[in-house]
């Protein structure tokens, strides 16, 4: 655990670098970590590793619950499951349809954004 630890903070720090070299920011949330003055001073390298470390173990916990979501929902629903495997352009459509069907707002409805807005529905499940 330890080493998985440090290889993420070592990924980080190279990140950090990386982007504080290229001094060209970009619209993500790193570089806006790299730009937050509270104080008058910027975030240090600990900081900041905490904040993408932290986002980075948050993103993998959301990941695990929509995916176990996938499954009980096909698992309880067959039909829908064989039609997944036998088109899977209808993923995206299957996971807003899975994430209504067990009641997890999913990352969209967390953030406020309507799935309708990127036209998620369209599919009909």
């Not at 720090?13 to 790193?30: A, K, M, T, V």
């Not at 932290?54 to 995916?67: Q, R, S």
């Not at 088109?87 to 899975?98: L, R, W």
């Amino acid at each position: 655990m330890r080493r998985h630890r440090e290889e993420l903070l070592r990924y980080a720090s190279e990140l950090i670098r990386s982007r504080r070299e290229d001094h060209s920011p970009g619209p993500d949330l790193l570089d806006r970590l790299l730009g937050v003055r509270p104080g008058g001073r910027g975030l240090s390298e600990t900081e900041i590793q905490g904040q993408v470390a932290g986002l980075f173990i948050a993103g993998t916990e959301t990941t695990a619950a929509a995916l176990g979501c996938a499954m009980v929902h096909g698992a309880a629903n067959p039909r829908e499951w064989a039609r997944l495997r036998e088109e899977p352009g209808v993923a995206a459509d299957y996971v807003a349809k899975t994430f209504r069907a067990r009641g997890y707002g999913g990352p969209t409805r967390t953030l406020g954004v309507s799935r309708a807005r990127y036209g998620i529905y369209r599919f009909g499940f």
